[in-house]
């Protein structure tokens, strides 16, 4: 089974200072924004931010799956070729996978997260368009 390291996502109280500091004072671009969340290119990864207050959404109903106040501010992002085949490969490994496979088509990804053994928050991702935004 094969990941790539595509991004990490910050979850962020002060969206606009962050996005001001990552943006204008680090030197990163902008490859992807709307009024919730911009992706900025770093080289060869990305880093993405999303407005915490803005990350009340159900992904299988796991409370281990808050990113309110009080929840994961990074989560690490690897993309695959199959999600379906990473699933079932992780699920076989017996990782502690955090509900089922979501996808957001309109988007252009289809994803979901599992936790390492420190109990860190990992999105696995796969790409289903060609230019895709953020989760």
Not at 124 to 132: A, D, K, M, T, V
């Amino acid at each position: 089974m094969e990941f790539e390291y595509i991004y990490t996502r910050i979850n962020v109280q002060n969206y606009e200072e962050c996005r001001n500091f990552y943006s204008t004072v680090l030197g990163f671009e902008t490859e992807f924004e709307n009024e919730n969340s911009i992706e900025l290119a770093t080289g060869n990864t990305k880093i993405s931010l999303q407005k915490r207050d803005e990350l009340t959404f159900d992904r299988g109903g796991s409370k281990l799956m808050s990113f309110a106040e009080g929840g994961d501010s990074i989560v690490l992002t690897l993309k695959v070729k199959s999600l379906d085949r990473a699933y079932e490969y992780l699920k076989e490994k017996k990782v502690n996978l955090q509900g089922d496979i979501f996808s957001f088509p309109n988007q252009g990804y289809k994803s979901t997260y599992l936790r390492d053994p420190d109990n860190n928050l990992i999105e696995i991702r796969e790409i289903i368009l060609g230019n895709f935004g953020l989760g």
